[in-house]
């Protein structure tokens, strides 16, 4: 990207801004056991709604290529089934979260099925949570800006997105992620009024784009479409989800924070499918994944550029912290809970390291790591939606064995599946790894259910 003096300015204060955000929350008093993970259990409403809205966005290269290839039907699979999935959490569960008063999912699994259970959904936790894929999209950002080797830019990017956790834990997270909230809705509102003073209406676009651009289905099938439903339901049992619930202030602000959620949410999709139809458009041979930056380098002015710069940063960095700190909690506090001596502040420092090391390692060893944090997702969702969620409503309808044949079987059929596709065996049908493991999962505790009851 062709970057002017001022636009190198914003990109290095921004940095500057989050460092001192996050090493001046680490030097508030602690007020109790929880502040360290769980800031006091005293978030705020719009606390809650902004280290929410941020944090489940880090994925935004992925937005624009999805966007960028297929059109509208990117907003039907990545946003419609999110808002939806969110509006059955935060109605159904979100309270339920902070009424129990748990600060993490293994924690929660112990406690209704046992230890084994327990470090069961630890590992599955930590399968989703690995932040490997968005270190290296943070990494390709600052390699386009620099011009450093890839491993560098890892390094580097993974350093300032992570030092400040190690003091100020869960706080130094929410409001690293207030100020990332504000900064990646400036960028693409900024980025989507250039590219309309450029370009004109959308009415004047829309012929310049692929007919299947416009449609509900775009090119894609119905059951690829359908699958993300499915996968949206991750929801339930994503631990940024149930560490923020855990967090707030009182259930009530739990439940109104993620229904207030998907307000933002509609917003900033409508900013990244219209800039990434408008790139489509206007742009038409260029690579998919980085259509936002480029986008952003033919019609943003010096300063402009710069502040959109960082919102793209924000997004991924905003979702590389959140999931670092819920992994290294799963790691030095649920896994290596008795190898590790000391305070929960101790335990998770550790399980942070570690993880931040497995996370820059993963990145500079396997630049398919989005990929790979897709397949350990597909695999690891569907063996435990079904426990965590029965505790939401019944303590005792499942006992603790029947928690660990749910997780481990249907974990163990999505991976199957998974290597099937992998080796192109599909037996004559087209389905995601994930369908026939949440199948089992659903007609076997069905069935347990019954059973227990009867």
């Given at each position: 990207?062709k970057?002017?003096?001022v ?5 290095i204060?921004y940095?500057?801004l989050i ?23 005293k ?6 709604i ?14 624009g ?7 509208l ?7 419609l ?12 569960i979100a ?22 259970a ?10 989703i949570?690995i932040?490997?894929a968005?270190?290296l999209?943070?990494g390709?950002?600052?390699q386009m ?14 350093i ?7 003091t ?35 009415s ?12 509900i ?41 993620v229904?207030?959620?998907?307000l ?7 900013l990244?499918l ?8 206007n ?22 550029k ?5 919102s793209?940063?924000a997004?991924?960095?905003?979702t590389?912290?959140?999931y ?19 305070t ?13 090391l497995?996370?820059?390692?993963l990145?500079?060893?396997i630049?398919?790591?989005i ?16 426990p ?22 249907s ?10 596709r ?14 026939p ?16 009851k009867?």
């Amino acid at each position: 990207m062709k970057l002017e003096l001022v636009d190198n300015i914003v990109i290095i204060s921004y940095f500057i801004l989050i460092l001192f955000i996050g090493f001046f929350t680490s030097k508030q008093k602690k007020t109790n056991k929880d502040d360290f993970i769980l800031a006091g259990r005293k978030l705020t409403l719009p606390l809650f709604i902004a280290t929410l809205v941020a944090t489940w966005y880090g994925s935004i290269l992925a937005v624009g290529e999805f966007v960028y290839n297929s059109g509208l039907v990117a907003w039907v699979c990545f946003g419609l089934p999110y808002y939806i999935a969110a509006a059955l959490f935060g109605s159904m569960i979100a309270s339920k979260i902070r009424k129990l008063g748990f600060s993490s999912i293994p924690e929660q699994i112990e406690y209704y099925y046992g230890k084994k259970a327990g470090i069961i959904a630890s590992i599955v936790i930590l399968a989703i949570t690995i932040p490997a894929a968005y270190i290296l999209m943070l990494g390709v950002i600052i390699q386009m800006l620099s011009g450093w080797p890839l491993w560098l830019s890892i390094i580097l990017g993974a350093i300032l997105s992570l030092i400040y956790l190690f003091t100020g834990g869960f706080r130094a997270d929410v409001y690293t992620n207030t100020a990332q909230f504000i900064l990646m809705f400036v960028g693409f509102m900024l980025l989507f009024v250039f590219s309309y003073h450029q370009f004109g209406f959308f009415s004047e676009n829309a012929p310049k784009l692929p007919s299947s651009h416009l449609t509900i289905f775009g090119d894609l099938s119905w059951q690829y479409v359908l699958s993300w439903y499915i996968i949206a339901f991750q929801t339930f049992v994503d631990p940024s989800f149930h560490q923020r619930c855990a967090a707030a202030k009182s259930p009530k602000t739990a439940r109104n924070g993620v229904l207030l959620s998907i307000l933002f949410w509609a917003l900033f999709d409508f900013l990244t499918l219209s800039t990434g139809l408008y790139a489509k458009a206007n742009l038409p041979n260029i690579q998919a994944v980085m259509s936002y930056p480029i986008l952003g380098d033919l019609v943003l002015p010096p300063l402009v550029k710069g502040i959109f710069i960082v919102s793209l940063l924000a997004v991924i960095m905003s979702t590389l912290n959140s999931y670092s700190f819920i992994s290294g909690i799963t790691i030095g506090r649920d896994i290596l809970n008795k190898y590790i001596m000391g305070t929960d502040e101790k335990k998770i420092r550790i399980g942070l390291l570690i993880s931040s090391l497995i996370g820059i390692l993963l990145a500079i060893t396997i630049p398919s790591a989005i990929d790979l944090i897709y397949k350990t997702s597909s695999i690891a969702i569907p063996g435990l939606i079904v426990p965590l969620t029965v505790t939401y409503f019944n303590k005792t309808v499942l006992k603790s064995k029947d928690s660990i044949i749910i997780m481990s079987i249907s974990s163990l059929i999505a991976l199957i599946f998974t290597i099937f596709r992998q080796k192109l065996i599909n037996f004559g049908l087209d389905f995601e790894p994930m369908f026939p493991a949440i199948i089992f999962a659903i007609i076997f505790s069905a069935i347990l259910i019954y059973i227990r009851k009867k």
